[in-house]
Structures are given as C-alpha cells and as structure tokens.
C-alpha cells in the first residue's frame, strides 16, 4: 500500500511536469509544480477509501490551490502557473471516459451514475478553487516570509 | 506630473500602447482577465496616466483614457482565443513590476513586450514527449499496470504527433477535439486487440488527457469568481465544448466497434 502510494506520488509528479511542459511554463518551475501534483494526488488517494471521489477531491484540490498560491507568491509569479499543472491529476477525465463509454453502450442507468459522480468532482474542484481565493493575500505573503508583519504598505 | 505638456502627450500615447500590447499578450497567452486589466491599470499608472479605463473580455480589450488634463486614447484589440502560453503570462508579469519600478521607458518596454511575443514555444520534439510520458503517468495513476502505461505513452506520443504535425490549427477546434478522440481510443482498441495492454478504459483516459482543457476550465472559475461572468462564461461554454467533442469522438469508435466488428470490449 505504502509502496504503491509511493510510485502514484512518483507518477503524479512526473506527470504534472509533463502537462506543465505542454503549458509552456518556465523550466524553472517544473520542480514545484511537480511537488503540488504530487501532493494533490496523494491527498486524494488517502482519503478517498474514507470520504469518496467528490469529496477527496474537494480536499485535495484545496491542498493544490492553497499550495499554488503561496509558491505564486514566493516565487512572485502568476498563480496560474502552479494551479493548472497541480489540479490535472484531479480533472475527471476518467469520469468524461466511463460516462461517454456507458451512454454509446446504452447502458443508462451506469451512464447516469458516472455523469453525476463526473459533475459532483467538477463542482467539489469550483467550490476548492473559490474557498482557497476568498483567503486574503496577505496570509500567503505571511507563510512565505516576503512580507514580515510590520513592514506593511509597499504592495507588489 | 503636468510640467512637460508637449512631450507628456506623445508618452502619454506610447505609454498606453504599451500598457495595451501587455494585455494583448496576456489575454492571448490564457491569462485570467482580473490580471489583464490590473496590468493594463499599473502600467498606465507607473507611465503618469492615472484616466485609463480598461474593459477586457475574453476575446477583446477596449481601452480608453482622457480626462481634463490628458489627451483622449482609445483602442480596441480582438484577441482569439488560443492555446495557453504561461511562459509569456510569467514574462510579462515580471515586465509589468519592473515597468511599475520605473526600469523600462515606454521604447524599451514596447520592444521587450515584442520580444515576448515572438518567444518561441518548447520544441516539438519535447511536447510530443511531454504528451506521452503524460499519458502513460496518469494511465497509472487511474489504475493501468506498467503495460497499459506503456500503451498510452505510445498513444498520447501519437496524440500530438497527430495534432503538431497534421492538424497544425488549420481544423477548428472541434474538428481537432472529435478527431483526437478517435485517434487515441482507436489506437487503444487495436493495440488491446492485440493483446497488448489489460484495461482498455485506462489505456484510453490516460491517453485522452493531454486533450482535457484544463487551462480553461480553471481559468474560467477564476474569472466567474472575480465576477468577470461574460468572460468566464466564455471560458466555461469553451472548456465544456471541449470536453464534449473529446467524449464524442471516443464515443464514435466505441460506437462503431460494437456496430461492424461487434463483440464486448472490455
């Protein structure tokens, strides 16, 4: 379990530096962008046995974006850069799959089910995305030590 | 700031020609729109024009500025949407605080923000690699064995090597979506036929992955979040439309298979 949880971090990683690359991020970048994948994913796959795909991906997702924004602001770079590439891992493509797949073989009921569970990982992913957002900026310049408490004011 | 009437207006106009190439670049490279007008905003500023007045949508900037003391400017620039190039939205980001640092006269900003846009993007050979190890990543990550990996690999190799050297953008994004679709879960049936590759699911979602408009779709909640609805509005139809063409043309062959060759895929 423990190994191949391991391997999945490995494949996440890698994977995300790949989708990274078809983003045309900046080679410096690869490394935290893989990291961010990574954890994402492996947030999800631990509590996913416990909680279930929407809301695995609701929490895994936030660890993406909170994680996003603060590399975004110690490296003083576009968040976008980090979220894109972090969240590909948890994006429902297998959900689009099976639902596509059950619809063309007429198996309805099977179809219906997919197209929900694909809808409520979409939504869980939203409501991650816009919970993380609302977090005010200034918490991120905290935790990444840029701004120290009483410096204030300047704005970057 | 009024002191030096004359040359202030011709700056004036280079100034927000450069603040407007800025967000020309921006929105064209998938930028979230908040971004595009704020830059658009600190660029005029840095450059004394406080009167600018940005209205961006997802395929268009309108700016204008003018007030008592300065000269009237207006521009409108239509930006297609287009593949994201988060490697010019990292430049130009870096521009703008050097620009708001007051490092860059409107000349050299305009030339560098020209050098920006004309970054070429990674090779191919390395997209096509990225498409593949892609896929063969997230054919493990959704349940696929070493070989099934190995068959998407091949497959999402396949994927932009179809979508670099044929299509090259001159299908519309549907045509390009439908069709990308059908390559990959054609090629995963054959190589499962083959008995090559043990989930032919797996095969196929990990290789329809490079496909996925992730770019979009976040964007577009970002820019629904900031309440920039029309355009995130526009994102989120772009993103759906492609979601739902890559399932219509993996539907397609599955479809298709059943019909003329028959037998239970998986």
């Given at each position: 379990?423990?190994?191949?949880?391991?391997?999945?971090?490995?494949?996440?990683?890698?994977?995300?530096?790949?989708?990274?690359?078809?983003?045309?991020?900046?080679?410096?970048?690869?490394?935290?962008?893989?990291?961010?994948?990574?954890?994402?994913?492996?947030?999800?796959?631990?509590?996913?046995?416990?909680?279930?795909?929407?809301?695995?991906?609701?929490?895994?997702?936030?660890?993406?974006?909170?994680?996003?924004?603060?590399?975004?602001?110690?490296?003083?770079?576009?968040?976008?850069?980090?979220?894109?590439?972090?969240?590909?891992?948890?994006?429902?493509?297998?959900?689009?799959?099976?639902?596509?797949?059950?619809?063309?073989?007429?198996?309805?009921?099977?179809?219906?089910?997919?197209?929900?569970?694909?809808?409520?990982?979409?939504?869980?992913?939203?409501?991650?995305?816009?919970?993380?957002?609302?977090?005010?900026?200034?918490?991120?310049?905290?935790?990444?030590?840029?701004?120290?408490?009483?410096?204030?004011?300047?704005?970057? | 700031?009024?002191?030096?009437?004359?040359?202030?207006?011709?700056?004036?106009?280079?100034?927000?020609?450069?603040?407007?190439?800025?967000?020309?670049?921006?929105?064209?490279?998938?930028?979230?729109?908040?971004?595009?007008?704020?830059?658009?905003?600190?660029?005029?500023?840095?450059?004394?024009?406080?009167?600018?007045?940005?209205?961006?949508?997802?395929?268009?900037?309108?700016?204008?500025?003018?007030?008592?003391?300065?000269?009237?400017?207006?521009?409108?620039?239509?930006?297609?949407?287009?593949?994201?190039?988060?490697?010019?939205?990292?430049?130009?980001?870096?521009?703008?605080?050097?620009?708001?640092?007051?490092?860059?006269?409107?000349?050299?900003?305009?030339?560098?923000?020209?050098?920006?846009?004309?970054?070429?993007?990674?090779?191919?050979?390395?997209?096509?690699?990225?498409?593949?190890?892609?896929?063969?990543?997230?054919?493990?990550?959704?349940?696929?064995?070493?070989?099934?990996?190995?068959?998407?690999?091949?497959?999402?190799?396949?994927?932009?090597?179809?979508?670099?050297?044929?299509?090259?953008?001159?299908?519309?994004?549907?045509?390009?979506?439908?069709?990308?679709?059908?390559?990959?879960?054609?090629?995963?049936?054959?190589?499962?036929?083959?008995?090559?590759?043990?989930?032919?699911?797996?095969?196929?979602?990990?290789?329809?992955?490079?496909?996925?408009?992730?770019?979009?779709?976040?964007?577009?909640?970002?820019?629904?979040?900031?309440?920039?609805?029309?355009?995130?509005?526009?994102?989120?139809?772009?993103?759906?439309?492609?979601?739902?063409?890559?399932?219509?043309?993996v539907g397609l062959v599955i479809t298709l298979w059943h019909q003329f060759?028959?037998?239970?895929?998986?």
């Amino acid at each position: 379990m423990t190994e191949r949880i391991a391997w999945e971090f490995l494949a996440a990683c890698v994977g995300t530096v790949a989708f990274a690359l078809l983003f045309q991020v900046p080679k410096k970048y690869y490394v935290l962008c893989g990291l961010i994948g990574g954890c994402g994913w492996v947030c999800y796959e631990l509590l996913l046995p416990s909680c279930g795909a929407p809301v695995a991906t609701f929490f895994a997702n936030t660890a993406v974006v909170f994680l996003s924004r603060l590399c975004a602001v110690k490296q003083r770079c576009p968040v976008t850069v980090f979220l894109v590439s972090g969240i590909f891992p948890l994006v429902p493509g297998a959900g689009v799959y099976w639902t596509a797949y059950y619809i063309v073989t007429n198996e309805l009921e099977q179809a219906g089910e997919r197209g929900f569970l694909t809808l409520k990982i979409a939504v869980a992913i939203v409501l991650s995305i816009l919970l993380v957002f609302e977090l005010p900026q200034g918490l991120f310049r905290q935790l990444a030590g840029i701004l120290p408490k009483r410096r204030g004011g300047t704005g970057a | 700031m009024k002191s030096e009437a004359q040359p202030e207006k011709r700056e004036n106009r280079e100034a927000l020609d450069v603040a407007s190439l800025a967000g020309d670049i921006l929105l064209a490279s998938g930028a979230e729109i908040f971004r595009v007008e704020e830059t658009i905003f600190r660029i005029a500023q840095a450059y004394g024009v406080d009167s600018s007045n940005a209205f961006v949508l997802s395929s268009g900037i309108f700016l204008t500025a003018g007030s008592e003391r300065e000269k009237d400017f207006a521009s409108v620039r239509h930006i297609p949407l287009s593949a994201a190039r988060l490697d010019r939205v990292t430049a130009v980001n870096q521009l703008s605080r050097e620009i708001v640092e007051g490092r860059h006269t409107p000349q050299e900003a305009h030339r560098l923000l020209l050098e920006i846009q004309s970054m070429p993007p990674k090779p191919k050979l390395h997209q096509i690699l990225a498409s593949g190890i892609g896929s063969g990543c997230f054919c493990f990550l959704f349940g696929g064995d070493p070989v099934d990996s190995l068959v998407a690999f091949a497959s999402g190799i396949l994927l932009y090597l179809y979508l670099l050297l044929l299509v090259r953008g001159r299908l519309s994004k549907i045509a390009t979506n439908i069709t990308g679709g059908a390559l990959v879960t054609l090629f995963g049936i054959f190589m499962y036929q083959c008995g090559l590759g043990h989930h032919l699911g797996e095969i196929i979602i990990g290789s329809i992955i490079p496909l996925v408009p992730g770019v979009a779709f976040t964007t577009a909640i970002r820019d629904i979040a900031d309440e920039d609805y029309i355009a995130g509005a526009v994102r989120m139809l772009d993103a759906l439309l492609v979601t739902f063409c890559i399932a219509m043309g993996v539907g397609l062959v599955i479809t298709l298979w059943h019909q003329f060759i028959g037998g239970p895929l998986l």
